[in-house]
């Protein structure tokens, strides 16, 4: 899943000083499973927001919404008539940057703002607590570590065994929060029988599919014979 951040709450209200007809949108996937942009993180900020800007004495309108995923066609086309019909002013997303960006392409006129920060690939650990798994690199390696990633989990993304800072399974980056994952890696290779591939210098890594080269697309023509 996406993980993403609630902003300080004093930057989104200032993203939206200047409307006076405000929708905060929420998103029903990743955001609501961390907690930062669902129904209920909607309702928490648009009060915040009807309450601060009353007690300056410039109520706004704020409404609410929330749909299924910001990041499909078919999930958004509510929001924008919603936004067309009620001459909504600007609106301010609770989805992760992909919603931000996929309804800034269709919202026409009308201003969004983000209310998250987005900020990494991760999986809930404990309730409350999301770690960053993987980096969306393009080229996934992990058939050589275990199963586990060097790239997202190496605070220094060594990709051929760790640094002189690994100790006792810690990293040395903050040894109180962080397990070393050549550590981990190893402790897996162990368990599955295969410490062996440790032996094998993983080639330089293939870079081009990451993130620096461009927007990155996927298409499956197989599916829906998109040329
Ligand atoms: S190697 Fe790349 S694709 Fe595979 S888990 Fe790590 S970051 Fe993700
Ligand atoms: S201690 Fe381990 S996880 Fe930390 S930077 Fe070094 S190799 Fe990477």
Not at 15 to 21: C, G, H, L, N
Not at 116 to 137: K, R
Not at 191 to 216: E, H, Q
């Amino acid at each position: 899943m996406i993980v993403a951040d609630p902003k300080p709450f004093l930057q989104v209200k200032g993203y939206v000083e200047d409307f006076e007809k405000v929708l905060v949108v929420g998103c029903g996937t990743c955001t609501t499973v961390c907690l930062s942009g669902g129904e209920a993180e909607v309702q928490i900020l648009a009060s915040g927001l009807r309450i601060a800007f009353g007690k300056d004495g410039r109520p706004k309108t704020i409404l609410e919404d929330c749909v299924q995923r910001q990041c499909d066609v078919e999930f958004v086309l509510p929001i924008l008539s919603r936004v067309e019909s009620e001459g909504i002013d600007a609106v301010v997303s609770l989805a992760c940057g992909v919603g931000v960006n996929f309804l800034a392409d269709r919202l026409g006129k009308t201003p969004i703002f983000p209310g998250l920060d987005t900020t990494f690939y991760g999986a809930g650990m404990q309730p409350g607590l999301w770690a960053e798994m993987c980096a969306g690199c393009g080229s996934c390696i992990i058939a050589c570590t275990g199963g586990i990633c060097p790239v997202a989990r190496c605070s220094k993304h060594l990709l051929n065994g760790p640094c002189g800072g690994s100790e006792k399974g810690r990293c040395e980056v903050d040894p109180a929060n962080i397990e070393c994952v050549w550590q981990l890696i190893y402790d897996r290779l162990k368990r599955l029988g295969r410490l062996d591939d440790l032996r094998n210098l993983l080639p330089a890594k293939d870079w081009s599919t990451a993130a620096d080269g461009g927007v990155r697309r996927t298409i499956r023509e197989q599916l829906y014979d998109i040329k």
